[in-house]
């Protein structure tokens, strides 16, 4: 018997609306639960040649996934349904961007140093999907590392000297070759891997099979 708090690893990018709604849903089975954890987030960029000034993401979702106008309009429905339930409002404007996440996972993976990481990582995601600013910009990442109490001159120098960014893709690297191609994908206790928002019911049930 142990009392080693259950070790939770995330893997997800910025800007996967799907990360956000998969966290909300184990978030929300970890309360039901209270299972002890620690959660442990790690970097992966769905679009790493994504240009600095971003795309229009109806565009990005045609080219990258062939979906109609239709279809995409229908998924948006669906999150943005599902972000309701989980107390999460996704802002989908008429030029809502995708961005290069590379600067994120470095600056993330300073806060880790801090062990503000989690806390970050909710304000990103809050300042891209709701409140729809641009992440490709740096002085708005240092923004909200300021915003949330983080030395923002000290982001600044991060995201200037690039000093994590082999540390970033060391870790894209690693997580690639333990055959992670998309995300949110979340292990459990360094064994247990479960890909894709899985909703509260099955978090649940996974957290009561792993930590009777």
């Known amino acids: ?6 070790r939770i690893d995330i893997i997800s990018d910025v800007m996967c609306p799907w990360c956000v709604i998969g966290y909300r849903q184990l978030s929300r089975a970890l309360e039901q639960t209270g299972v002890a954890h620690e959660i442990q987030w790690h970097p992966f960029e769905l679009n790493p040649q994504m240009p600095a000034e971003g795309q229009n ?54 806060a880790g140093e801090l062990s503000r990481k989690h806390e970050l990582k909710q304000a990103l995601f809050k300042a891209h999907f709701t409140d729809c600013r641009n992440l490709s910009d740096n002085a708005v990442l240092n923004d909200i590392a300021g915003e949330i109490g983080l030395d923002r001159e000290e982001a600044a ?8 960014a082999q540390a ?19 292990v459990f206790d360094r064994k247990h891997l479960v890909t894709g928002a899985q909703g509260v019911d099955n978090y649940v049930s996974i957290l009561r099979q792993l930590a009777p």
Request: hydrophobic share 35%.
């Open 1 to 6: 018997m142990t009392d080693q708090p259950l």
């Open 57 to 110: 993401m109806r565009e990005h979702i045609a080219e990258k996934y062939g979906s109609t106008p239709e279809q995409s309009a229908q998924s948006r429905a669906q999150m943005t349904a599902l972000g309701d339930e989980l107390e999460f409002e996704f802002s989908w404007d008429s030029d809502f961007r995708m961005h290069n996440t590379f600067n994120t996972h470095q600056l993330l993976h300073w």
């Open 157 to 164: 120098a991060v995201l200037d000297d690039q000093r994590f």
């Open 168 to 186: 970033v893709r060391d870790a894209e690297t690693f997580w690639t070759q333990q055959g992670i191609q998309g995300v949110p994908a979340v």
